[in-house]
């Protein structure tokens, strides 16, 4: 039982209407939220809203039958599964082809989906959008219609006949406009969740707002009309190690960009999990490989330099040769310096944040060195997406990576190498580089 959530574009409101029917649908059903694209602000929410964590869904990291093994190991003893498209329903990677859209996953889970349409000022011009959408690709199901911000019921009623007579696609709510119920903002999108002492009042409005706009009833029934999945599936990670290890990952208000599978894949590679703070931990676990992922830093950077005792424990580690894999927030840790604040340094340079984004794409790597989480010769796909960078003049490491679709740490390259530590500022998620638990576990392993 699913159901995709898309937009028509930008602006249309999809965060707050799909995490509003995740809580509302948690009353009563064990929800299971997706979010498709690479994002990590946006599944924190639906996360708080339905107590399960969301996972994403991504066509350029994964094959179809990746799409449908992840699908199927997140719905494990879930009643309904919930997904959140990215921007409009057709948005790729490139103009022609479905790449990283919302309907290529459609298309692998034969999903039925609800168009969400910013109607202000619309009527008659709502059904043409419609109409657009279904006739554009014939293979996708759209099987209803929200309309946000709607001026008032008349309004509302008067779309909803238009659309349902024009396009015979059945409006199932609207919402009437309310600034109130927006979200701050901020450089990286919405705030992330966890940042937010009042984010489940947030949540709770949402939820209530869409009891009193949306035929949830209606919703459930098309997400029955899904049919079971038969087509192959693909395992998104490889087994490769199967010595008992233990992977320090740093987890607190500064630290926690991760996608749920990467850390299950290196669970699956015979790893224990052992969460640290950054901030607030005077000491790393006892653990044979460690992991930084992405967050904000640049505004945890005084306390994280005030940390002396943790500062010196990951030096320590990395010039113990033990392996440390850091992905964009974790690379800067990993600088001499953010902003002005002195942090870990196993690298000699500052990193910055800037008032223009430096990077924002999908990406395409291909390794030039072996390293501890790849193999010079692969090539994997990834994504960037940051306001910081690291001021370089001469480099004086190796990088690991070749980029040949974005942008990099330094001349289109990242990855940079120091004994067994290997920091990035690309993103990638296992599906893109299944051996990626594996390898990072061989590496502990052998540290």
């Given at each position: ?16 209407i ?8 948690s ?9 498709v694209?690479p994002?990590?602000i946006?599944?924190?929410?639906h ?6 964590t ?12 990746q799409v449908?093994?992840?699908y199927?190991?997140a719905?494990?003893n879930k ?16 103009s022609?082809?479905d ?10 889970l ?8 910013n109607s202000?000022?619309l ?5 043409a ?13 759209i099987a209803?219609?929200i ?17 349902e ?8 709510g ?41 035929d949830?009833?209606?919703l459930?029934?098309?997400a ?8 192959e ?9 199967k010595?008992?290890v ?17 850390i299950?894949?290196i669970?699956?590679?015979?790893a ?35 940390n ?30 953010i902003?002005?604040?002195k ?31 790849s ?7 990834g ?9 370089i ?8 990576f070749?980029?040949?679709?974005g942008k990099g ?5 990242d ?9 990035s500022?690309?993103?990638s998620?296992?599906a ?16």
């Amino acid at each position: 039982m699913r159901i995709i959530l898309a937009g028509t574009g930008s602006a249309v409101g999809k965060t707050t209407i799909a995490t509003g029917i995740m809580k509302a649908l948690s009353e009563k059903y064990n929800v299971q939220p997706f979010k498709v694209g690479p994002d990590y602000i946006d599944p924190s929410y639906h996360t708080l809203a339905t107590k399960n964590t969301s996972r994403n869904l991504d066509s350029f990291f994964m094959s179809e039958g990746q799409v449908r093994d992840s699908y199927n190991k997140a719905m494990i003893n879930k009643d309904i599964a919930v997904i959140e498209g990215v921007r409009g329903l057709y948005e790729g990677i490139d103009s022609i082809n479905d790449i990283g859209s919302t309907a290529s996953i459609a298309k692998s889970l034969e999903a039925p989906v609800i168009l969400i349409i910013n109607s202000r000022s619309l009527v008659k011009s709502a059904a043409a959008l419609v109409l657009g959408f279904q006739s554009l690709d014939p293979k996708i199901n759209i099987a209803g219609v929200i309309l946000n911000k709607v001026k008032n019921k008349a309004h509302y009623l008067k779309t909803k006949r238009s659309i349902e007579e024009i396009t015979k696609v059945e409006v199932i709510g609207g919402i009437i406009r309310d600034d109130s119920i927006s979200i701050e903002q901020r450089h990286l999108g919405l705030v992330p969740a966890r940042e937010r002492e009042n984010s489940l009042k947030f949540i709770d409005i949402w939820s209530k707002t869409i009891k009193e706009s949306i035929d949830l009833d209606r919703l459930v029934e098309i997400a029955k009309s899904s049919p079971k999945i038969k087509s192959e599936t693909t395992p998104i990670w490889n087994k490769l190690n199967k010595q008992k290890v233990k992977i320090g990952v740093a987890y607190d208000e500064a630290f926690n960009f991760y996608y749920k599978e990467n850390i299950e894949s290196i669970e699956a590679n015979n790893a224990k999990i052992e969460y640290f703070s950054p901030l607030n931990d005077e000491h790393l676990p006892d653990i044979d490989g460690l992991y930084i992922g992405g967050g904000y830093p640049e505004l945890f950077s005084k306390e994280l330099s005030l940390n002396k005792n943790m500062l010196k424990e990951i030096k320590a580690f990395h010039l113990d040769n033990r392996p440390i894999f850091a992905e964009c927030g974790g690379l800067m840790y990993l600088m001499e310096s953010i902003h002005e604040d002195k942090v870990v340094n196993v690298y000699p340079y500052k990193s910055i944040l800037t008032d223009k984004v430096q990077a924002l794409k999908y990406t395409i790597a291909e390794v030039q060195e072996d390293n501890i989480i790849s193999k010079k010769g692969e090539k994997f796909h990834g994504h960037e997406f940051h306001y910081s960078k690291v001021l370089i003049d001469k480099p004086k490491h190796k990088f690991a990576f070749k980029i040949t679709r974005g942008k990099g740490s330094f001349n289109n390259q990242d990855g940079f190498i120091e004994k067994n530590t290997l920091a990035s500022y690309v993103h990638s998620h296992v599906a893109a580089m299944p051996n990626f638990g594996g390898n990072l576990c061989l590496s502990a392993r052998e540290g």
